[in-house]
């Protein structure tokens, strides 16, 4: 399996909110990660960014903003072409999906979670 170097965006330093329980059990399935987030913190070592670098390859955009909060985001993710993005649950957004899929990239409504868990990810 390869290794997917993933964007969490709207990541967050609270424990207690699955954007930080992704980047944990990302990184503890060796994936790379990048956080996206308005807090500041550190999670995994690593900081929590406030804007997309659009100097990355990256695998993967999971998303943990509602729809509204992530229309700031749309040009910035095209941009970085991912093969792909989830919508974990509470996000899902069909006009940023069709946005996606016109310029090629795939889509899942799924729980980065779960697909972790089950090794589907």
């Known amino acids: ?55 990355l390859e990256i695998d993967t955009v999971t998303v943990y903003l509602s729809a509204k909060n992530q229309i700031a985001y749309y040009s910035d993710i095209i941009q970085l072409k991912p093969k792909r993005i989830i919508f974990n649950p509470g996000a899902e957004n069909p006009e940023l999906e069709k946005l996606a899929i016109e310029n090629g990239i795939e889509v899942e409504n799924a729980c980065t979670l779960i697909l972790l868990s089950i090794g589907q990810y």
Do not use: W
């Open 1 to 55: 399996m390869s290794l997917k170097h993933t964007l969490i965006l709207g990541a967050s330093p609270n424990p207690e909110r699955y954007s930080f329980l992704a980047a944990k059990s990302l990184s503890s399935h060796n994936h790379t990660i990048t956080m996206v987030g308005k807090k500041d913190g550190i999670v995994c070592n690593l900081p929590i960014l406030h804007s997309i670098p659009q100097n």
